[in-house]
């Protein structure tokens, strides 16, 4: 079982940046596929980010790409933490963001419950 707490959220205005943070611990092996989702109000949760379990493989949705990136530090064998790089923030950045562990890089599909996420805001 994989636990998973995110931090790192703020508000900042247009164009500024912000990293996120995700902190899993737990039993490894297996190391956890990681991915990054974002629920603004009155919307579906929307997948973002994921990242593989050595972070070769990386995949970012279209509406963040060249804008955000994942990364992660698996140094320490107790707690991996996950990385959203964000850049260039807008306004429709502005969301509640979580991690969870997913299937594959390729569906993105959640498999964990949801935490308490962080919160972006970005204002003009």
């Known amino acids: 079982q994989v636990q998973l707490v995110e931090s790192g959220g703020g508000s900042v205005q247009v164009g500024g940046s912000l990293t996120l943070s995700c902190a899993a611990t737990g039993r490894f092996p297996p190391t956890p596929t990681i991915g990054w989702f974002r629920q603004s109000p009155g919307k579906e949760r929307a997948f973002v980010a994921a990242?593989?379990?050595?972070?070769?493989?990386?995949?970012?949705?279209d509406f963040v790409e060249g804008r955000f990136s994942v990364s992660r530090d698996n140094r320490d064998s107790t707690k991996h933490m996950i990385y959203l790089q964000m850049k260039n923030l807008l306004p429709e950045d502005t969301a509640v963001y979580y991690c969870n562990t997913i299937e594959d890089i390729r569906s993105g599909q959640p498999l964990g419950s949801w935490g308490l996420g962080t919160q972006v805001t970005v204002s003009s």
């Open positions: 990242i593989g379990r050595i972070g070769a493989a990386k995949r970012v949705a």
